[in-house]
C-alpha cells in the first residue's frame, strides 16, 4: 500500500469519525476563554476539499518556498499557535493533540561530583488557557483528554501518586504504593496508568567536562535502581506491581511506558542505536515487540499515527540550514514511505500532519530549534511557538509534554 492510499483511506476514517465528536469538541475540553466559531457544513467542505488537495500530492514534497510565518497569536484551522513565545504562555495545539505541560532542568548539587536533577512544571490551566507554574511535582503524566494528571512528590523515589484535577488544581485522590516511584505514563485510552518503581532516585546527574573546557553536569552512567512497574486500573486505583530484573543495557532511568494496544510494555535501553526499545509482557518477562511498533524508536515520541498505519522515524537528512526531514514508515515492514519536515517528530496531530521540532540554525552553530506544525505531503511548516535557545542546554531548555485532547 503507497502512502497515497495510506492518506485516503485515513481520510475515510476521518470523516467517519467526525460525527460522534461533534462541533467544538476541543473547546468543551479545554474550556478556554476565546470561544471558537460553530464549523458549519461549507467550512468542512472546504477543509475537506484542502485535505484531498493535499493527499494528491503525497508523496511528493514542494520546494520548501511555503513556511507560514505569523506574527503573534495564530489561531485557526483548529489551530493555536504562539510563535512570538518561548517557553509559551499560552495554549499551543493542533487538531487532537495539545500541549498540556512542558518543564525545565536544573541541577541540585548533592557532592562536588553528583546532583539530582529536578524538573519544574507549568501545567496547562483548562480555564484560562495558559500554562501556570506548579512546583509540588518532581513528575506529571497528563492523561489524554487533559482533565486529569497523575503527579508525584519531590524527592524521588516516592511512596504514592496523586490524581490532580487540572481544572481546580487539587489532588482528587491518593495511590499509596509499597514501592517506591519514580515514572508515570497513561495508557493510550488513559484508562490505566504504568507507574516504574525505583530503589532510588533514577535522576542523579554528575560533572562532565564540556567542549569548551568547562564542567558542566550531565547524565550519570551508573547501575539502574529499577526494580518493576504497577499498572493501576485509574477508574479504582487498584493495581499490581510486577518485579523487572536490570541488566548492562537498562538505563538510570528506565522509565516503563504501554504499548499502543496496553498488552505489553516497553523501556528505552542501551543497544545498537540511542532509541533501542526493550519490550516486556505484562509478567515482566522480556518479549518480541508487537508487529506495529517493531520498527520503532523509543526517543522519537510521535511513533503511530492514529490510525495505526504509519510510524514516525527520528531524522534522516538535513538538506540545508533549518530544514530537515524525518522518515514516515510503514510500522510493519519499516520500509520508508515518505519522509516530512521536522528533526524532531513529538506528536501526531491526526493521521497526516505531526508537531515537530525544527532547527533554525546552521549545522556549525548552536542547535536551536521552534515547535511547528508539519504535514505529510507538502514542504510547509507553521511555526507554534517561537525559538528554543539552547535546545540541549538543560538549564536553558524547556520540554514539551503533548497529550490528546
Same mark, same amino acid.
Given at each position: 500500500?503507497?502512502?497515497?492510499?495510506?492518506?485516503?483511506?485515513?481520510?475515510?476514517?476521518?470523516?467517519?469519525?467526525?460525527?460522534?465528536?461533534?462541533?467544538?469538541?476541543?473547546?468543551?475540553?479545554?474550556?478556554?476563554?476565546?470561544?471558537?466559531?460553530?464549523?458549519?457544513?461549507?467550512?468542512?467542505? !472546504?477543509?475537506?476539499?484542502?485535505?484531498?488537495?493535499?493527499?494528491?500530492?503525497?508523496?511528493?514534497?514542494?520546494?520548501?518556498?511555503?513556511?507560514?510565518?505569523?506574527?503573534?497569536?495564530?489561531?485557526?484551522?483548529?489551530?493555536?499557535?504562539?510563535?512570538?513565545?518561548?517557553?509559551?504562555?499560552?495554549?499551543?495545539?493542533?487538531?487532537?493533540?495539545?500541549?498540556?505541560?512542558?518543564?525545565?532542568?536544573?541541577?541540585?548539587?548533592?557532592?562536588?561530583?553528583?546532583?539530582?536533577?529536578?524538573?519544574?512544571?507549568?501545567?496547562? %490551566?483548562?480555564?484560562?488557557?495558559?500554562?501556570?507554574?506548579?512546583?509540588?511535582?518532581?513528575?506529571?503524566?497528563?492523561?489524554?483528554?487533559?482533565?486529569?494528571?497523575?503527579?508525584?512528590?519531590?524527592?524521588?523515589?516516592?511512596?504514592?501518586?496523586?490524581?490532580?484535577?487540572?481544572?481546580?488544581?487539587?489532588?482528587?485522590?491518593?495511590?499509596?504504593?509499597?514501592?517506591?516511584?519514580?515514572?508515570?505514563?497513561?495508557?493510550?485510552?488513559?484508562?490505566?496508568?504504568?507507574?516504574?518503581?525505583?530503589?532510588?532516585?533514577?535522576?542523579?546527574?554528575?560533572?562532565?567536562?564540556?567542549?569548551?573546557?568547562?564542567? %558542566?553536569?550531565?547524565?550519570?552512567?551508573?547501575?539502574?535502581?529499577?526494580?518493576?512497574?504497577?499498572?493501576? !486500573?485509574?477508574?479504582?486505583?487498584?493495581?499490581?506491581?510486577?518485579?523487572?530484573?536490570?541488566?548492562?543495557?537498562?538505563?538510570?532511568?528506565?522509565?516503563?511506558?504501554?504499548?499502543?494496544?496496553?498488552?505489553?510494555?516497553?523501556?528505552?535501553?542501551?543497544?545498537?542505536?540511542?532509541?533501542?526499545?526493550?519490550?516486556?509482557?505484562?509478567?515482566?518477562?522480556?518479549?518480541?515487540?508487537?508487529?506495529?511498533?517493531?520498527?520503532?524508536?523509543?526517543?522519537?515520541?510521535?511513533?503511530?499515527?492514529?490510525?495505526?498505519?504509519?510510524?514516525?522515524?527520528?531524522?534522516?537528512?538535513?538538506?540545508?540550514?533549518?530544514?530537515?526531514?524525518?522518515?514516515?514508515?510503514?510500522?510493519?515492514?519499516?520500509?520508508?514511505?515518505?519522509?516530512?519536515?521536522?528533526?524532531?517528530?513529538?506528536?501526531?496531530?491526526?493521521?497526516?500532519?505531526?508537531?515537530?521540532?525544527?532547527?533554525?540554525?546552521?549545522?556549525?552553530?548552536?542547535?536551536?530549534?521552534?515547535?511547528?506544525?508539519?504535514?505529510?505531503?507538502?514542504?510547509?511548516?507553521?511555526?507554534?511557538?517561537?525559538?528554543?535557545?539552547?535546545?540541549?542546554?538543560?538549564?536553558?531548555?524547556?520540554?514539551?509534554?503533548?497529550?490528546?485532547?
Amino acid at each position: 500500500m503507497n502512502v497515497e492510499e495510506l492518506v485516503r483511506d485515513s481520510l475515510r476514517e476521518l470523516a467517519a469519525e467526525q460525527t460522534p465528536a461533534g462541533p467544538g469538541f476541543a473547546d468543551r475540553v479545554l474550556a478556554v476563554r476565546r470561544r471558537r466559531r460553530t464549523r458549519r457544513l461549507a467550512s468542512m467542505a !472546504a477543509a475537506t476539499a484542502a485535505v484531498v488537495a493535499v493527499a494528491v500530492a503525497v508523496p511528493l514534497l514542494d520546494s520548501g518556498k511555503s513556511d507560514v510565518r505569523p506574527s503573534g497569536i495564530l489561531q485557526q484551522d483548529g489551530i493555536t499557535g504562539h510563535p512570538d513565545q518561548s517557553p509559551p504562555r499560552e495554549l499551543i495545539a493542533a487538531g487532537q493533540t495539545a500541549l498540556a505541560a512542558y518543564y525545565t532542568w536544573r541541577t541540585v548539587p548533592q557532592t562536588g561530583e553528583k546532583g539530582i536533577g529536578v524538573r519544574t512544571y507549568r501545567l496547562l %490551566d483548562p480555564g484560562t488557557g495558559t500554562y501556570v507554574k506548579d512546583s509540588r511535582w518532581s513528575f506529571v503524566a497528563v492523561a489524554p483528554g487533559l482533565r486529569t494528571a497523575a503527579v508525584l512528590e519531590q524527592n524521588l523515589p516516592v511512596r504514592r501518586i496523586g490524581l490532580l484535577d487540572l481544572a481546580t488544581r487539587k489532588v482528587e485522590r491518593w495511590i499509596p504504593v509499597g514501592h517506591a516511584v519514580a515514572g508515570l505514563a497513561f495508557s493510550y485510552d488513559g484508562t490505566r496508568l504504568l507507574a516504574t518503581t525505583y530503589t532510588g532516585n533514577p535522576d542523579v546527574r554528575s560533572r562532565v567536562q564540556n567542549v569548551e573546557g568547562g564542567w %558542566d553536569w550531565g547524565p550519570a552512567f551508573e547501575a539502574s535502581s529499577r526494580t518493576g512497574f504497577y499498572d493501576f !486500573a485509574v477508574a479504582s486505583g487498584k493495581g499490581t506491581w510486577t518485579a523487572v530484573a536490570n541488566d548492562r543495557d537498562t538505563l538510570a532511568r528506565a522509565d516503563f511506558s504501554y504499548s499502543r494496544t496496553g498488552r505489553q510494555v516497553y523501556a528505552r535501553v542501551l543497544g545498537d542505536h540511542d532509541g533501542t526499545q526493550q519490550f516486556y509482557d505484562l509478567d515482566g518477562d522480556k518479549t518480541a515487540a508487537p508487529a506495529d511498533e517493531k520498527y520503532l524508536r523509543a526517543d522519537v515520541d510521535a511513533r503511530l499515527s492514529p490510525n495505526g498505519r504509519l510510524a514516525a522515524l527520528g531524522l534522516t537528512k538535513e538538506v540545508a540550514p533549518g530544514k530537515s526531514y524525518s522518515s514516515i514508515r510503514d510500522p510493519r515492514t519499516g520500509k520508508e514511505i515518505t519522509k516530512v519536515r521536522g528533526a524532531d517528530l513529538l506528536a501526531w496531530v491526526d493521521d497526516r500532519r505531526l508537531v515537530a521540532w525544527e532547527r533554525v540554525t546552521g549545522l556549525d552553530e548552536p542547535y536551536r530549534a521552534r515547535l511547528v506544525l508539519v504535514t505529510i505531503g507538502s514542504d510547509r511548516i507553521v511555526p507554534l511557538s517561537g525559538v528554543q535557545r539552547e535546545i540541549y542546554d538543560a538549564l536553558k531548555a524547556w520540554v514539551p509534554v503533548f497529550v490528546r485532547r
